[in-house]
């Protein structure tokens, strides 16, 4: 038997074959070749695979996300057989005398350098589009499967961690659990987990290594743990916990169609995060009381170029509709951080979870903060839309954020575009300075949502995506609910409400403490919701008292 012990960050059991999540390496080495024809044609294979696959995406985008996407599908179809472009992979090939795979790798990297090295603003965002069609040819040279996984059965993915746009690409079907050698509980990948309803341990480190690919692993998301060929009594303590965790989804179901209410009549709202619009189902199947949080970066982050605002009011418009009027919080774009596009050319930062990411970049690209905002506010009129800005740190943004909004609606006015105009605005409270004069932020907005992830991160001054901070990274700090309670006070004192959607809401040891605080919405992966109802409505709201945040 070998036992692995990482950290657990999506509870539950499952178990199945490991599959490597796979990747075209920065590493593709060049491999003198005699052949030099035969390249040629395993080039002109590998182009033939990429135009067929890309047809395909552009057929399927027009059929669920719209004729945006296609076009751009089918423009990456065409970019395969640019003349310039196989020019370059091929004199590569001559002159250098090497393999298929290093030749696409350099010529990509050259095309892409020059394009994005251009005048003209259009021509230097194509360097983006560049780099997605050699990832394609480069798949197909090395037979790595579409989607990063190679397998017909269900399995247990392992990576060193995955990014955030590594994640979207997944065919989620086939995901049992995750298992990752990097990574923390706030990681894009534990995130995408909890999401999902599927275990996930991450920091295993170098103990998960490529000789496990294939074997059957049993991994129990709570205790961290993955065991290989289990010995009787661990297998017999496995089929205890999966037979526990089929009764306990059996009595989770009966808290569906119940109310969020404790003993003593408090209410309170229980929300989902999603993280696109394919996420609405498991937001509908848990009995969801709305959205607190839609990460719309998840476009941005998809697409080899800025989404359109059609496309982004489609998206909106159908999370909006499929939540018939109940409450979808829509997050403007959050990225920068771990979060990067290749498309927004963000510099270079030393620091940057401290550096342009966020409102920041939204303000910074007025351009770009308009198209979201018109994309929302048009979908406002087919739901309940409410718009939260991230990473807030002055008044001055609110303002300026409210300024952009009026003026998206006086355009929309003008055109005869029908939204809401009481749509909600609010703001994510993430970083001290926004506690520090939450009620000066309060007297701005309808809302505030606090982003529990960041504000650790910041409070504390410890790094979210590091998986070695241990004891250091303790979301229970008492500045952490410290930080809470003025936030709660400030935005009670200006008659607003206050929701958690940092990853801390779902924590049910702390339900009395958010309770004794004051919180009144709780935003939380889908498959939280049934357990939060459950202990929501075993707990007595009038015994949490402000005394559980003594440190
Ligand atoms: C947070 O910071 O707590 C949050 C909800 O946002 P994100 O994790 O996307 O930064
Ligand atoms: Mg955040």
């Known amino acids: 038997m070998t036992l692995l ?44 695979k990429s135009m067929a696959q890309l047809e395909a995406l ?46 696409v790798k350099v010529a990509g990297e050259q095309f892409s350098a020059m394009m994005a090295a251009m005048e003209d603003e259009y021509l230097r965002a194509r360097a983006a589009d560049i780099k997605d069609v050699t990832r394609c040819i480069l798949n197909n040279l090395m ?53 999902m309803g599927i275990p996930a341990i991450c920091a295993l480190g170098d103990s998960l290594t490529k000789e496990y690919e294939g074997r059957v692993a049993y991994i129990d998301g709570a205790a961290g743990t993955v065991t290989l060929d289990p010995d009787e009594q661990a297998l017999a303590a496995y089929e205890e916990k999966a037979r526990k965790q089929a009764e306990l989804r059996a009595l989770m179901d009966e808290m569906r169609g119940k109310e969020d209410v404790t003993l003593d009549g408090r209410e309170m709202m229980v929300y989902c995060n999603i993280g696109s619009p394919d996420d609405v189902p498991a937001v509908l199947q848990n009995d969801g009381q709305g959205i607190g949080l839609f990460r719309s970066e998840f476009l941005y982050l998809a697409a080899s170029d800025y989404p359109s605002e059609d496309e982004q009011f489609k998206a909106y418009k159908k999370v909006a509709e499929a939540m018939g009027g109940k409450r979808v919080v829509i997050r403007t774009l959050d ?64 303002r300026e ?77 008492p500045a952490e609910l410290r930080a809470l309670k003025i936030a709660a006070d400030a935005a009670h004192a200006a008659g607003i409400w206050i929701g958690i959607c940092g990853e801390l809401g779902a924590d049910l040891s702390l339900l009395e403490t958010f309770l004794a605080i004051g919180i009144d919405e709780l935003s939380v992966s889908p498959s939280s919701v049934l357990p939060l109802r459950a202990k929501i409505r075993q707990t007595t709201a009038g015994t949490c008292t402000a005394e559980l945040l003594d440190c």
């Open 143 to 195: 037979g790595i499967a579409d989607g990063g996984i190679d397998s017909d059965v269900p399995v247990i993915l392992a990576a060193d961690d995955l990014a955030p746009s590594e994640t979207l690409q997944l065919d989620k079907s086939k995901i049992l659990g995750f298992i990752t050698q990097g990574g923390s509980g706030n990681s894009h990948t534990a995130i995408l987990a909890r999401t």
């Open 401 to 477: 954020c409210k300024k952009a909004c009026q003026a998206v609606m006086t355009e929309l006015d003008a055109e005869g575009i029908p939204y809401n105009r009481d749509t909600e605005i609010g703001i994510m409270v993430e970083t001290p300075a926004s506690v520090f004069i939450a009620d000066a932020l309060a007297k701005e907005v309808d809302f505030f949502s606090v982003g529990t992830n960041d504000l650790t991160q910041y409070t504390l001054a410890c790094d979210r995506q590091a998986s070695d901070l241990g004891r250091f990274f303790d979301p229970h700090h």
């Open 58 to 103: 552009a057929d399927k985008a027009r059929e669920e996300t719209g004729e945006d996407t296609a076009i751009l599908f089918e423009t990456h179809a065409m970019f395969v057989e640019d003349d310039d472009y196989v020019d370059t992979i091929l004199s590569t090939l001559e002159d250098e005398e090497c393999c298929a795979e290093y030749a």
């Open 5 to 48: 012990q990482g950290k657990g960050v999506s509870k539950g059991v499952t178990s199945g074959p490991i599959c490597f999540f796979q990747r075209p390496g920065n590493d593709i080495a060049k491999v003198s070749v005699s052949d030099i024809e035969a390249e040629k044609a395993r080039i002109r294979e590998a182009q033939e």
């Open 335 to 398: 990225i920068g951080a771990d979060k990067q596009v290749a498309y927004f050319n963000l510099q270079k930062e030393e620091n940057p979870a401290m550096g342009v990411r966020a409102i920041r970049i939204c303000l910074n690209r007025p351009e770009v903060f308009r198209t979201q905002l018109r994309a929302l506010y048009r979908a406002s009129a087919y739901g309940k839309v409410a718009i939260m800005f991230p990473m807030i740190t002055s008044v001055w943004e609110v």
